[in-house]
Every structure is written in structure tokens, then in C-alpha cells.
């Protein structure tokens, strides 16, 4: 299973951004998705996931009411709307799945198989 993360880029504060996870490779069909995120100097952090089904999504407290995840079936991708970003939102953005066993969201970073390589999101004026 291969993930491709895309969609960042340098915005202003209280810009938006649509971050994609394009999921690949995989047989077994659509997994559960989360996004994580590394500031420099920081650890990895949990940013949001998604079951499988789409049905449960969850959020960081940090993030809740600006950031959105969504399924996009069709294309097998999962996208991640970051509204009203702020500087400490300055990070590598990566998407991660669980094994396809797993249907429900998962918070920690080892709940998740697979990772992607990140994308760049940088929040200045």
C-alpha cells in the first residue's frame, strides 16, 4: 500500500488549504486514514482520522472546528480542509493508514501501518 500525500504550500494566516492522501496499491480496498503532523524540533503529533466507512471521523482539540477530513471514494483518497490556519499549524503534513483489519479511527502513531512521505504546509505573512 502506497500513500501520496499533496496539497500543501505556503498560505497566509487564516488562509486555507485542501490536503489529499491519494491511496494506492492496495487490493483489499479503502482503509481507516489519519493525518499527522511535525513541526521542526517537535514530535509527530495526531492531527484527525477517518474509518473506513467514512462514518467516525475525529479531531485534535487544536484543529477541531477549522480542519475537515472527507473520503473521496471514488478516487480512493481522503482530503484534509485546513481553514483559518494559524502559524503553529506550520508543519509536514503526513496521512498514514491502518492494516485494512482495522476499521476505526486511530490516535496513536503506531496505530497506523503505512505512511506517506508529507507534504509542507507553512503558515506566514
Known amino acids: 500500500v502506497q500513500l501520496q500525500a499533496s496539497g500543501g504550500g505556503l498560505v497566509q494566516p487564516g488562509g486555507s488549504l485542501r490536503l489529499s492522501c491519494a491511496v494506492s496499491g492496495s487490493t483489499s480496498g479503502v482503509y481507516a486514514i489519519g493525518w499527522f503532523r511535525q513541526a521542526p524540533g517537535k514530535e509527530r503529533e495526531w492531527v484527525s482520522c477517518?474509518?473506513?466507512?467514512?462514518?467516525?471521523?475525529d479531531y485534535a482539540d487544536s484543529v477541531k472546528g477549522r480542519f475537515t477530513i472527507s473520503r473521496d471514494n471514488a478516487n480512493n483518497a481522503v482530503n484534509l480542509q485546513v481553514n483559518s490556519l494559524k502559524s503553529e499549524d506550520t508543519a509536514v503534513y503526513y496521512c498514514?493508514?491502518?492494516?485494512?483489519?482495522?476499521?476505526?479511527?486511530?490516535?496513536?502513531?503506531?496505530?497506523?501501518?503505512?505512511w506517506g512521505q508529507g507534504t509542507q504546509v507553512t503558515v506566514s505573512s
Open positions: 477517518i474509518s473506513r466507512s467514512g462514518g467516525s471521523t
Open positions: 498514514a493508514a491502518r492494516l485494512f483489519r482495522y476499521g476505526g479511527c486511530g490516535l496513536a502513531l503506531n496505530d497506523y501501518k503505512y
